[in-house]
């Protein structure tokens, strides 16, 4: 039987959150990750250090990729650093980075990409593919999404979201 027009317009429907749609998508998403992360030896949160630093490397080409700060990581995924330090850690022990001081300034970590994480990268080239096919939408559709997501997640940082 089809919702009444009441049930429709109760703003307190669970299934009219747009919290709740977010919640239980995300756990979703991230279970079609998984299988697909875990060849790589990374965690869905290790696999967002490693694509932040990627996209680093990229954009210095020809230099084997400059080394980010861990704030700026931080301030890329929009988390503290206290969240990020143990994935570095084992992103660290695992080979795929390197932590160093900075010359410049003892409170500052540099984060960079070792031989074995830029080579990682190739192998991972094949996750966002399989995840597009898994999801079974298109990718027009999922482009999409994204775009409304960050505008959505602009908004609420704006709002004051994510302050300590």
Same mark, same amino acid.
């Given at each position: 039987?089809?919702?009444?027009?009441?049930?429709?317009?109760?703003? !307190?429907?669970?299934?009219?959150?747009?919290?709740?749609?977010?919640?239980?998508? +995300?756990? /979703?998403?991230?279970?079609?990750?998984?299988?697909?992360?875990?060849?790589?030896? !990374? #965690?869905?949160?290790?696999?967002? &250090?490693? !694509? %932040?630093?990627?996209?680093? /490397?990229?954009?210095?080409? =020809?230099? +084997?990729?400059?080394?980010?700060?861990?704030?700026?990581?931080?301030?890329?995924?929009?988390?503290?650093? /206290?969240? !990020?330090?143990?994935?570095?850690?084992?992103?660290?022990?695992? =080979?795929?980075? #390197?932590?160093?001081?900075?010359?410049?300034?003892?409170?500052?970590?540099? &984060?960079?990409? #070792?031989?074995?994480?830029? +080579?990682?990268?190739?192998?991972?080239?094949? &996750?966002? *593919? %399989?995840?597009?096919?898994?999801? =079974?939408?298109?990718?027009?559709?999922?482009?999409? *999404?994204?775009?409304?997501? #960050?505008?959505? +997640?602009? %908004?609420?940082?704006?709002? =004051?979201?994510?302050?300590?």
């Amino acid at each position: 039987m089809p919702p009444t027009i009441a049930a429709d317009l109760d703003p !307190l429907s669970l299934q009219r959150q747009v919290c709740f749609a977010l919640a239980v998508t +995300n756990r /979703a998403v991230l279970a079609v990750y998984r299988p697909l992360l875990e060849p790589l030896g !990374l #965690t869905h949160p290790q696999y967002l &250090v490693m !694509l %932040a630093l990627w996209d680093e /490397a990229k954009s210095d080409a =020809g230099r +084997n990729g400059k080394a980010l700060s861990v704030k700026e990581i931080a301030a890329l995924l929009q988390l503290d650093s /206290a969240t !990020l330090s143990p994935m570095l850690k084992r992103l660290e022990s695992q =080979g795929l980075i #390197t932590r160093t001081r900075s010359s410049t300034d003892e409170r500052t970590t540099q &984060v960079a990409l #070792t031989r074995q994480g830029r +080579n990682l990268r190739r192998q991972a080239l094949k &996750v966002p *593919l %399989a995840v597009v096919e898994r999801l =079974g939408v298109e990718l027009s559709e999922l482009e999409h *999404l994204r775009e409304v997501l #960050t505008r959505i +997640n602009t %908004a609420a940082v704006a709002a =004051g979201a994510l302050r300590a």
